[in-house]
């Protein structure tokens, strides 16, 4: 495009200049944009949820024993995980054995102690090697009731419910194997959730 002079209020302005693009241009341009902008979105949603469906597993809380952290029928999003990798305070997928002739049973779980640790209730207040363990899951007041002094075998973990009262745990069965972990619980599912 050749250069063209335009005076305007006394000054000189030097081209080349070019003509704004008609009207119908634009409005194509800003569909396309959208077009790939939505295209973009829904790849990245799909894609996110494949990952939550392949690397997840979701399991339905069959039990009030971990209210209030959980409560009967949320569903929970878990990830597999061994259980020499677990913590304290986390909330696990653990599969035991039932009773007598029942097969093998599911439950969820928190995470009080770990091989070797010491643990026992004083005044309705878990310790673990004689320090008081903070517990702001609970719902306030909740004592821990059942809970005699022993020690956590090594490559085992002392669990129990957020819901004292009314949890079955390792104050009736005693502690669980680490391979009996089958996932760590991340979230209640859909996400984002609330995390434990």
């Given at each position: 495009m050749a250069n063209k002079q335009?005076?305007?209020?006394g000054q000189t302005?030097?081209?080349?200049?070019?003509?704004p693009a008609p009207e119908p241009?634009?409005?194509?341009i800003w569909l396309r944009v959208l077009i790939v902008t939505v295209v973009v979105l829904a790849v990245v949603a799909t894609a996110s949820v494949v990952v939550y469906v392949r690397v997840f597993d979701v399991y339905l809380m069959p039990s009030a024993a971990m209210a209030p952290t959980l409560d009967v029928g949320d569903r929970v999003m878990?990830?597999?995980?061994?259980?020499?990798e677990v913590h304290r305070g986390d909330v696990v997928i653990v599969e035991t054995e039932g009773a007598a002739g029942q097969g093998s049973q599911v439950t969820i779980k928190r995470v009080i102690a770990v091989g070797g640790e010491q643990i026992v209730a004083v005044d309705g207040e878990v310790r673990i090697d004689g320090e008081l363990v903070d517990e702001p899951y609970l719902?306030?007041?909740?004592?821990?009731?059942?809970?005699r002094f022993q020690e956590v075998p090594?490559?085992?973990?002392?669990l129990m419910g957020d819901n004292r009262p009314n949890s079955h745990d390792s104050r009736n069965d005693g502690p669980v194997p680490n391979d009996a972990v089958i996932g760590l619980a991340v979230s209640t599912w859909p996400p984002p959730g609330d995390g434990f």
């Open positions: 335009i005076t305007a209020g302005i030097q081209g080349p200049f070019t003509a241009a634009r409005r194509r878990v990830r597999g995980i061994s259980g020499d719902e306030r007041g909740t004592e821990t009731e059942g809970l090594e490559g085992h973990l002392f």
